[in-house]
């Protein structure tokens, strides 16, 4: 089982929807948990992070965590097609490097 | 500096030579990472600094890898006997305590011939 999986995609919703991404963890063990957005031939950036179980909110994104499921998603509301791109998600415990997923690549159409 | 400063940003070498990457974090973090993200993957933990503590090698794919970090900032990643399933582009991150995600660096991309 691979630690850390989303769906590869690609996701593509229109422009002004909400696009969902999803990831589910393996270690139990995971406390801290990030979602970066990568632009094709860049490096990833931060968009949030989370520790507790439910939403935490930011602009048009929020991330919701729910450990008992080890899942963690991405909402982004009000997609742009600047939004387009991979989004990455990451777990990690205290003393460890993130482990990352493999990503999946959002498209938003205009 | 204003973030993390990798070089070089390209770098192409023939089989069987060896390179160094060189990362510059961003001054205060006191923890230092490398990945690895080969083309259409995602990205590879290799290994992870954290102040003065022995550092955090499980990622590393064989002994041709290492790395060191001199006085608490820049380190320095060296691949001996390169193959060509070491292209990829090599990532450097930092981040503060506490640690609240990080900052990375342009990546250095690594080609072998």
């Known amino acids: 089982q691979k630690e850390v999986e989303q769906n590869s995609g690609p996701l593509s919703v229109p422009e002004g929807a909400i696009a969902s991404l999803n990831c589910t963890y393996s270690d139990r063990g995971s406390q801290s948990f990030f979602w970066y957005r990568q632009y094709s031939g860049k490096s990833p950036e931060l968009i949030m992070f989370i520790y507790s179980n439910g939403d935490k909110e930011d602009g048009r994104f929020t991330a919701q965590l729910n450990k008992a499921s080890q899942y963690v998603s991405l909402l982004i509301r009000d997609s742009q097609p600047s939004d387009s791109a991979t989004y990455l998600c990451a777990v990690t415990k205290a003393g460890t490097a993130l482990i990352f997923g493999k990503g999946t690549t959002l498209s938003v159409s205009s | 500096g204003a973030g993390v400063s990798q070089s070089p940003s390209n770098k192409v070498t023939e089989k069987g030579k060896d390179v160094e990457l060189r990362c510059d974090p961003i001054s205060g973090h006191t923890a230092l990472y490398w990945y690895r993200q080969s083309l259409g993957q995602g990205l590879e933990f290799l290994i992870y600094?954290?102040?003065?503590?022995?550092?955090?090698k499980s990622g590393l794919p064989s002994d041709r890898f290492s790395a060191e970090r001199t006085g608490g900032s820049v380190s320095t990643l060296t691949i001996q006997r390169t193959q060509q399933e070491d292209s990829a582009v090599y990532l450097c991150?930092?981040?503060?305590?506490?640690?609240?995600?990080?900052?990375f660096g342009s990546g250095t991309r690594l080609t072998v011939v």
């Open positions: 991150a930092s981040s503060p305590p506490p640690e609240v995600g990080y900052t």
């Open positions: 600094f954290q102040g003065n503590s022995a550092p955090d």
